[in-house]
C-alpha cells in the first residue's frame, strides 16, 4: 500500500525529472546522483548520507510501475484515490454531518437517519441503540495506521548471510529492520507495526532492497558464481583449484585436464533462502602468457607444429548459417 507520505513528496523534483520522463531518464538521474551522494563519496557527510536516501528512495518509488501508478495517481487525486473525492471520501461530494443540527451543502444527519433504519433510540450512545456504534449491536474496527514505504542498500555478503539495517523513515527519522538470508535486489520485505500509528495499531513498513554489486562474486538466481582466473598449465593438465568464499574462507575444487570450459560446483555454498538452498559455480577463465621470451616462443611454435589446433568455431559457424 502506497504511503500517505507520498502527498508531501514530489520524488520527480528529487530526482531531478518531469513527470512524462521516461524510465532511461529516470534510471540515468538516478545514477548521477547515487554517485554524487553515495556514503563512499562522502565519508562522515551526514546531509550526503540523507540525500542520498532521499534520491534511492524516489527512484525505488518511480522504477517500479506499479508504485509510480499508486504515486501519481495520489498526486493527482490526493489521499483519497478518487477524482472528485469530498466529505468524507465518497466519490462525487458526498458529505455526512455528524452533527445535531443541519450540515452545509446536502449534509445528512446521520442519527436521523439511523434512526430511520433501525427505529428511536438508535444514535450514538441513546438508551436501547442497536446499531452497534457506543451503545449498539455491531461496530467497525478501528483502522489499521498507514502502510510506508522506504529502502535499504546493503552489500552482496549482507544478502548472503542476512543483515540488521537502519532505514530512514518518511521525516527523517530512523528505525532498524531485520533482512534474511537470501535476500534479492529488488525484493520487498515488509516489517510488520513500523508503519504510521493508528486507533487500531500502526501500519507496515516495506522496504525495497538494493544490493550492491560485488568485485569478485555475482547471483545466478540463489547460485554464487565467481570467475576463477587459471594458468594455461592448469587448463590443459588439470590441478586443484583454491576458490574463494563469501564467508572468507576457501574451497578446493579439482579441474580435470582440457576442461577449463566446464563450470565447477561447490554445493551448498550458494545462498540460502526459502526455497531452498544454492551452489557455488566456478568458471574457469584462461589466462594466456605474455612476454614470451625468445626461447619460450620458439618452443611455442614447436608444439604447435607438434599438435595442429582445429578450428574451434567451424560447428559453431556451420550451425549459424542453418
Do not use: C
Not at 6 to 20: A, C, H, M, R
Not at 39 to 60: H, I, L, M, T
Not at 78 to 84: E, K, M, T
Not at 123 to 134: D, K, N
Request: proline share 6%.
Amino acid at each position: 500500500m502506497a504511503s500517505e507520505n507520498w502527498l508531501n513528496q514530489d520524488f520527480y523534483k528529487v530526482l531531478g525529472v518531469s513527470e512524462g520522463s521516461s524510465e532511461a531518464d529516470i534510471k540515468k538521474a538516478y545514477r548521477k546522483l547515487a554517485r554524487k551522494y553515495h556514503p563512499d563519496q562522502n565519508p562522515g557527510d551526514a546531509a550526503a548520507e540523507k540525500k542520498f536516501k532521499e534520491v534511492s528512495e524516489a527512484y525505488d518509488v518511480l522504477s517500479d510501475p506499479k508504485q509510480k501508478e499508486e504515486y501519481d495517481q495520489i498526486r493527482k487525486y490526493g489521499a483519497a484515490g478518487f477524482p472528485g473525492a469530498g466529505g468524507a471520501g465518497f466519490p462525487g461530494g458526498f458529505n455526512m454531518n455528524f452533527g445535531g443540527g443541519a450540515g452545509g451543502g446536502a449534509g445528512i444527519n446521520i442519527e436521523d437517519l439511523l434512526g430511520g433504519m433501525f427505529g428511536a433510540g438508535a444514535g450514538f450512545g441513546g438508551a436501547g441503540a442497536s446499531a452497534g456504534f457506543p451503545g449498539g449491536g455491531f461496530s467497525q474496527p478501528a483502522p489499521k495506521g498507514q502502510d510506508i514505504s522506504t529502502s535499504a542498500r546493503i552489500s552482496l555478503k549482507q544478502a548472503y548471510e542476512g543483515a540488521e539495517v537502519s532505514v530512514f523513515l518518511p521525516g527523517g527519522s530512523q528505525t532498524q529492520v531485520r533482512l534474511p538470508r537470501g535476500v534479492k535486489d529488488g525484493q520487498k520485505i515488509r516489517a510488520r507495526g513500523k508503519g504510521q500509528p493508528g486507533a487500531g495499531g500502526a501500519g507496515d513498513l516495506i522496504v525495497t532492497v538494493r544490493v550492491d554489486a560485488h568485485p569478485v562474486f555475482e547471483r545466478e538466481g540463489d547460485n554464487l558464481l565467481v570467475k576463477l582466473p587459471v594458468t594455461l598449465q592448469e587448463a590443459i593438465q588439470g590441478g586443484i583449484l583454491e576458490v574463494p568464499t563469501l564467508e572468507g574462507k576457501t574451497v578446493k575444487l579439482r579441474l580435470a585436464p582440457g576442461a577449463s570450459n566446464r563450470k565447477l560446483r561447490a554445493k551448498g555454498r550458494g545462498f540460502v533462502t526459502k526455497q531452498g538452498t544454492g551452489d557455488l559455480l566456478v568458471q574457469p577463465e584462461v589466462q594466456l602468457p605474455t612476454d614470451l621470451t625468445p626461447q619460450a616462443t620458439e618452443a611455442l611454435e614447436t608444439f604447435l607444429a607438434l599438435a595442429p589446433q582445429a578450428n574451434p568455431r567451424a560447428d559453431l559457424l556451420a550451425q549459424a548459417g542453418a
